[in-house]
C-alpha cells in the first residue's frame, strides 16, 4: 500500500481515517493533529509551563516528543512507584525516561515513592490494606497526589498526561456501563484548575488509537518499556479493551465516534446541565460536588478534613 501523500511505502492504514501513511507522513500528520486538539480544546499555549507525566510507555515518551517537537516548554516527571514484579518495572522504565531526556536535552523530576515516603506502592497498599490483592487504587490515589503537588510546587501552568483514545474509550465504557455519572461528568480532555490546590489537566492524545502511537513511537525510533506494570493483568479495563477491539475490527471508527458522540452529548446538555468542555465553576468538582481544601497538603477534597492521600499517610506513619 501506497502513502496518500506521496508514492513511498506505507507504514500505517487508518481504516477509520481511510488514510495511508509513509513514515514521514504520518509523524508530521500526528504532530499536526495533537496541534489541532490542543488548539480545539484549549488545552495550553507556547507560554504556557507544561508538565508532562511520563510513565517509560509510549504514549507518554510519545507525548512528550510531539511536544518538544511542537515547541512547546515541557518538563517531564517521572515517578517511581517501588514495583519490580520480577522485570525491574520501575528502574527500567525510569532509565527509559532518563535516557528520552537526555537525548533531547529536557529536564525530568523523578520522584520516588519509598524513598519519600518510607514504603513503596504495593507495600502502602498491603499497610493500610486498601484495594484487596491489587495496589492499583493506592497507586492511582497517590500518583494523583504528586502529580498534582509537582505541578503546583513547580509553578507549571498545566499538567498533561499521555491518555490515548483506547484508554479514554474504556474509562468511558466502565462508567457508562455502571451509569456512573458523577465520573461521566468529569471525563474530558481538559480538567481546568477550579481550585487552588488544583492544577490544570489535559489528556492531548485522547483522539488517537493506541496502536497509533506505538507505530509512532515506533517509526520515531523512541524507545519504551513494552512491559506492562505486573499489576495491569486481569484488570477491569484491559477487559473492556479486549470487548472494545472486537467491536472495532467489525465496525472500524466505532471506538472514535463512541467517544467523540460522548463529547458532543456534553455539550449539548445530555447532562442535567450543559457541561462546558472548557470551563469549570470555582471550587466545584467537575461531577458537581462542593470541594474543600485539605488542611494539610492544601488540595482538594470533596469532604471536610484530610484528603485521601494524606489520611492514608497518616495510617503509614503510626
Ligand atoms: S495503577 Fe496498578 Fe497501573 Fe499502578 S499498580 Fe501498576 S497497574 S501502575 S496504570
Ligand atoms: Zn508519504
Ligand atoms: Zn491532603
Known sequence: MKCRQCEAKAVINMRQHKLALCANHYIQWIVTQT????????????????????????????LWDILWQLGYLTE???????????VNYSSRSHQLCVQFAAQRNLN????????????????????????????CSVCGLTKRHIMNQVALEGNFDVLVTGHNLDDEVATLFGNTLNWNVGYLQRQRPLLLDNHPGL??????????????????ALVR????????????EGSTSIYYKGLLNQLELDRPGAKLSFYLSFLQAKETGFFSKP??????????????ETLYTCPKCGQPTTAKGLCSFCRMMEKISR
Not at 515517578?79 to 519490580?84: C, E, N
Not at 525510533?221 to 495491569?232: N, S, T
Open 221 to 232: 525510533g523512541i524507545e519504551y518499556i513494552y512491559d506492562e506494570c505486573p499489576y495491569a
Open 108 to 135: 525530568l523530576i523523578s520522584v520516588n515513592v519509598p524513598q519519600t515516603y518510607g514504603m513503596s506502592i504495593p507495600e502502602i497498599a498491603a499497610h493500610t490494606q486498601r484495594g484487596k490483592n491489587k495496589p
Open 35 to 62: 496541534q489541532r486538539f490542543i488548539e480545539k480544546y484549549h488545552m495550553f499555549t507556547h507560554q504556557d509551563r507544561i508538565l508532562v507525566a511520563v510513565s517509560g510507555g509510549k504514549d507518554s515518551l510519545s
Open 199 to 216: 492544577v490544570r489537566k489535559a489528556k492531548p492524545l485522547c483522539r488517537f488509537y493506541e496502536r497509533e502511537m506505538a507505530a509512532y
Open 275 to 288: 457541561i462546558n468542555l472548557e470551563y469549570g465553576e470555582e471550587n466545584v468538582g467537575a461531577g458537581g
Open 76 to 86: 517531564g516527571l517521572y515517578i517511581g512507584l517501588g514495583i519490580d514484579g520480577g
